[in-house]
């Protein structure tokens, strides 16, 4: 399956070097690119045979493979009561562990509902992981009604996230975490302490 993500975002991932050279998508050409995912988001999150980490670490590789103005794309699992970890991601390092409550990911964790920051420079809860980062979405994702993850996707463009992107990527994550409740999450989300 590897073979045709990548035949067919190749050009994305070839396009996303240096803060420079990225540009921003039109909204059709958004809609296009989730449209072509979907199926492959699909047959991940269906193929019963991956583990939570390598299906988590497929979706984002296409997410990211596929957005050129994707800066870092992750989840950011649940191992306890109140905290994230990091992984699987792509992009530059991310933060090892946030608190619930502490920066964007954390109050999405907390509040249990789609954030989009346009500029996070400007954003007083905001963790610097990267000062290349300018904008960026977080998506909670549940297994059944409980908080497994959040999704959080970063762009060096300001304002690179719309309604439109919340959607798609809610659908995305609603997928994850119905594949998710089909696995075996020890190791992987713990939901308590």
């Known amino acids: 399956m590897a073979e045709p993500i990548n035949a067919l975002f190749g050009t994305a991932a070839a396009r996303d070097g240096a803060a420079g050279s990225v540009v921003a998508l039109s909204k059709d050409e958004k809609v296009a690119i989730y449209a072509a995912l979907d199926p492959f988001i699909h047959d991940l999150c269906g193929d019963d045979r991956l583990s939570p980490l390598a299906m988590m670490d497929l979706v984002v590789g296409a997410l990211h493979n596929a957005f050129a103005p994707f800066f870092w794309t992750g989840f950011y699992r649940r191992i306890g009561a109140?905290?994230?970890?990091?992984?699987?991601?792509?992009?530059?390092?991310?933060?090892?562990?946030?608190?619930?409550?502490?920066?964007?990911?954390?109050?999405?964790?907390?509040?249990?509902?789609?954030?989009?920051?346009?500029?996070?420079?400007?954003?007083?809860?905001?963790?610097?992981?990267?000062?290349?980062?300018?904008?960026?979405?977080?998506?909670?994702?549940?297994?059944?009604?409980?908080?497994?993850?959040?999704?959080?996707?970063?762009?060096?463009?300001?304002?690179?996230?719309?309604?439109?992107?919340?959607?798609?990527?809610?659908?995305?994550?609603?997928?994850?975490?119905?594949?998710?409740?089909?696995?075996?999450?020890?190791?992987?989300?713990?939901?308590?302490?």
């Open 82 to 193: 109140a905290e994230l970890e990091v992984g699987p991601s792509q992009g530059t390092l991310g933060c090892s562990h946030i608190a619930f409550g502490r920066g964007v990911c954390g109050t999405v964790a907390v509040r249990q509902q789609t954030r989009i920051v346009d500029d996070v420079h400007a954003e007083p809860n905001h963790i610097a992981c990267d000062s290349a980062s300018r904008s960026e979405i977080v998506v909670p994702v549940f297994v059944g009604d409980r908080l497994a993850a959040v999704l959080d996707v970063d762009s060096t463009l300001p304002a690179a996230f719309s309604d439109m992107d919340q959607v798609h990527l809610e659908q995305i994550c609603a997928k994850v975490g119905s594949a998710l409740a089909r696995r075996d999450l020890r190791g992987v989300i713990a939901f308590e302490d």
